[in-house]
C-alpha cells in the first residue's frame, strides 16, 4: 500500500519497494527510520522551494546513504560514504536506469557530510544533503511547520537521544579506518569517540612532503 506522509507520497515502484527491503534487512531501526525521514525532509524541501525532482532516485539515495555504516557493506579503507555510494549503484545497475541517474544518486550519498558543494548539484544531490543537515544537524528545522516535522516523526520516531545514538553509529562505522576521516566531518566524531584518534593535518602535510620547495 503506498504510504502518504506529511503530504509526500513514499515510492512505491518495484525497485523502491526492493531497496526498502534491503535496506530494512540491513540496518537497524535508527538508522532505517533516519533514512525515511532524509527523503521526506529532501522531498518537503523540494516542494518549498519548488524543485522539481525524482522522487524514486531521492528515495534511493536517501535509503542508502549510510549503507556504508553497516558490516554488510563497509569496506577496510573507504569514506563509508563512498561505500554507501558504491553499494547504491550495484543495487541501480539491475533496474537499468540512465547512468546519468546512477551517477546522481552515486554522488548524492558520496557527498552528503560534504557541506558547500551538493547545494549546487543537481536536485538529486541536493535533496539528499539537505534532509541529511535537517535530520543530523537541524539546518532549516524552523523551515518546516510543526505538523510537519510531527508527521514525519510520528511514523519513523527519532530514537530516545538520537543526537547521541547517530554519533554513535558515525564512530562504530569509522573507528576502524581513521584515515577516511581526514578532511571532513568524521574527523571530529573520533575527536570525541576515540581518545587514541589523531587528526592529520593539511598544513603539516604539505610542509612535510617530499617536495624541496
Given at each position: ?29 535508527l ?43 563497509a ?129 603539516s ?9
Amino acid at each position: 500500500m503506498t504510504a502518504t506522509i506529511a503530504g509526500i507520497t513514499i515510492p512505491d515502484s518495484a525497485m523502491a519497494r526492493a531497496a526498502t527491503e534491503l535496506v530494512r534487512d540491513t540496518e537497524d531501526d535508527l538508522l532505517y527510520n533516519h533514512s525515511r525521514r532524509v527523503f521526506l525532509w529532501g522531498a518537503l524541501t523540494a516542494t518549498r522551494r519548488g524543485i522539481g525532482y525524482d522522487p524514486e532516485l531521492l528515495y534511493i539515495g536517501a535509503m542508502f546513504h549510510d549503507m556504508g555504516l553497516t558490516p554488510a557493506y563497509a569496506s577496510k579503507d573507504l569514506r563509508f560514504e563512498v561505500d554507501g555510494a558504491n553499494a547504491a549503484r550495484d543495487f541501480l545497475n539491475g533496474y537499468g536506469l540512465p547512468e546519468r541517474d546512477i551517477d546522481d544518486v552515486w554522488a548524492s550519498i558520496a557527498l552528503h557530510t560534504t557541506p558547500g558543494i551538493p547545494e549546487h548539484m543537481r536536485p538529486t544531490v541536493a535533496l539528499v544533503t539537505a534532509g541529511v543537515e535537517m535530520d543530523v544537524l537541524g539546518i532549516a528545522y524552523h523551515d518546516f511547520t510543526t505538523d510537519q516535522r510531527d508527521h514525519v516523526c510520528a511514523h519513523h520516531p527519532r530514537e530516545h537521544d538520537f543526537k547521541h545514538g547517530i554519533i554513535d553509529h558515525f564512530a562504530q562505522g569509522t573507528i576502524a579506518k581513521p584515515l577516511t576521516t581526514f578532511g571532513n566531518v568524521k574527523a571530529d566524531v573520533l575527536a570525541l569517540k576515540d581518545p587514541n584518534y589523531q587528526r592529520l593535518n593539511f598544513c603539516s602535510i604539505i610542509l612535510g612532503s617530499a617536495w624541496p620547495n
